[in-house]
């Protein structure tokens, strides 16, 4: 009994928790990775991660940095483009090859440090500088002693000595920086101690210890260890993991402390679903025990309870609420202003139904997935009231309506690259997108990959719409599992310009894992759509 009472209060308490921060990931209008973040003395907390392009075109094509910033863990804005490779000079022609950067602040001036390929190829660390944190950065040059470098971190001691760390086939090197700031005094030598180093050394003080946190290579996946001295370059005392991975196989961040709160910033896959090179930036707390080591930390994602913001990108968080039926005057009670709601969280297994009028009248919206912009539907600042229920579908396919997601990919549907598919805007679709192939020939297959209990009943359902004048057909199938009861396809001769709804059932016998697929007929020339994917398990 005091074990589950123990954990209702730690899920209360984390509830509590997301209505006063962020929920992760914490950008979502684009894709962003390997944050470096720092407190300077405005009071304002800033991140300075890289970026990743989509459709993913791979690491070689990260390019541009943006940064990012907070006075709440709540509200973050994005300040914009720093630098580009088309900024650097001596860059590489084609770009791209803009790794993991990091900022410190100097004597007046905030020193901008980045990977980047020279003209034959060759790693260097870029240094652009400025007067303000998140804007006019002018490129200075690179550091001299760093060729074949890469993944920078900058360190300023309390006697204002400022450290750099770097990594050359994963090991971690560091070196004191001249006061210019441009170059090393000595050379750089390796950080010995650093158990599993893989890439992204980031070092902090904490109590007169200092800490190297990395991302290890053990196993597949990376985690988040930690090693710890008496001296910033060492040598070092490996302490453990206290970060476990999380849906994509890199991982990369910072500690930092703000209002008297440790985090640590790091990226996972959740806004693309789970595509290596699409990540986003998160941060949770951190908490260390009486001997200065770092204890385990809890990893959070989305939200627990409906939550609605005043701008888009999930910013401006007005508040939650719970399962119920709220006019305008309610939800002013709630914190929540009327005619202003920008964006919604909604959690898996909740239907939040939008009305245009109090009283839940006048034009209305269904949603169960996340809104990141209401701007897209036309219900920008027009949600007068509210009703809040649960969801009696348990749909195992995830993203089922195809929403448009951070940069118009298709969540959990892809091959790496969603063309030539796309995410269409639909007001007959049920989550107001659909999935349309528009073209001519047989497009590679969308494919979601699912886990499926063997021995078990299940009901697939698809809605799919065919454009009159199209030749061939739309086709939703099992990829050859369970074709025979579970193939939909769709001809213009038979129906067009409408939703049909196909529905089949299977047993999954020694099937454990399944391929749902979106493809059409190899004459196919015209324009296929897709929507709401559900699969069921059938309850005996």
Not at 101 to 118: A, I, L, Q, R, S
Not at 327 to 343: C, E, F, M, R, V
Not at 350 to 361: H, I, P, Q, R, S
């Amino acid at each position: 009994m005091k074990i589950k009472i123990f954990f209702t209060v730690l899920i209360l308490a984390f509830q509590l928790t997301a209505q006063n921060r962020r929920s992760n990931p914490i950008v979502s209008h684009m894709f962003t990775a390997d944050a470096s973040a720092h407190v300077w003395q405005d009071g304002r907390l800033y991140v300075y991660p890289s970026s990743d392009p989509a459709p993913s075109r791979g690491y070689s094509t990260m390019d541009g940095y943006h940064v990012f910033s907070t006075d709440d863990m709540i509200t973050w804005k994005d300040h914009g483009e720093i630098l580009h490779s088309r900024d650097v000079d001596w860059g590489i022609e084609k770009g791209g090859f803009m790794w993991a950067p990091d900022c410190v602040f100097k004597n007046g001036t905030y020193y901008f440090y980045f990977p980047h390929k020279n003209k034959k190829g060759v790693w260097e660390i870029g240094v652009a500088t400025s007067k303000k944190p998140a804007s006019d950065f002018k490129l200075q040059g690179y550091v001299k002693g760093m060729n074949r470098f890469c993944d920078p971190g900058v360190f300023l001691d309390d006697d204002g000595q400022v450290y750099i760390y770097a990594v050359v086939d994963t090991k971690p090197y560091a070196a004191k920086l001249k006061e210019n700031m441009m170059e090393i005094e000595g050379e750089m030598t390796e950080q010995i101690g650093a158990t599993g180093h893989r890439e992204g050394p980031f070092v902090i003080k904490r109590k007169g210890m200092y800490y190297l946190i990395y991302p290890d290579h053990f196993p597949k996946t990376n985690k988040m260890g930690y090693a710890m001295s008496t001296n910033p370059l060492g040598p070092w005392e490996f302490k453990g993991i206290f970060l476990e991975n999380t849906d994509v196989i890199t991982m990369h961040g910072s500690l930092v402390e703000f209002k008297d709160q440790w985090y640590v910033f790091y990226h996972n896959g959740n806004l693309s679903g789970s595509i290596g090179t699409n990540r986003s930036i998160c941060f949770d707390p951190v908490y260390f025990n009486e001997d200065g080591t770092i204890q385990m930390v809890q990893q959070s994602l989305g939200v627990a309870l409906p939550t609605f913001h005043q701008d888009i990108n999930f910013n401006e968080m007005f508040g939650t609420l719970e399962l119920g039926e709220y006019t305008q005057a309610d939800l002013d009670k709630n914190g929540i202003q009327p005619n202003a709601i920008s964006s919604i969280q909604i959690p898996e297994g909740y239907v939040v139904t939008c009305f245009e009028k109090d009283d839940y009248k006048g034009k209305s919206w269904v949603f169960e997935e996340d809104r990141i912009d209401l701007n897209a539907i036309e219900a920008n600042n027009k949600i007068s009231s509210i009703k809040i229920s649960k969801s009696n579908v348990a749909n195992l396919v995830k993203n089922p309506s195809f929403e448009l997601t951070t940069q118009g990919l298709v969540k959990h549907w892809f091959n790496k690259n969603p063309k030539p598919y796309v995410s269409v805007r639909d007001e007959t679709a049920k989550g107001y997108y659909s999935l349309q192939y528009n073209g001519k020939g047989k497009p590679k297959p969308l494919i979601q990959k699912i886990e499926i209990t063997p021995n078990t009943n299940y009901e697939l359902c698809v809605q799919l719409k065919i454009q009159s004048g199209t030749k061939g057909k739309v086709i939703f199938d099992t990829n050859g599992s369970f074709d025979e009861t579970c193939k939909f396809e769709l001809d213009a001769k038979n129906k067009s310009d409408e939703w049909i709804t196909y529905k089949g059932v299977f047993n999954s016998g020694k099937t454990t894992k399944l391929q749902l697929r979106c493809i059409t007929s190899d004459d196919f020339n015209g324009v296929g759509n897709w929507d709401y994917v559900s699969l069921i398990k059938i309850q005996k």
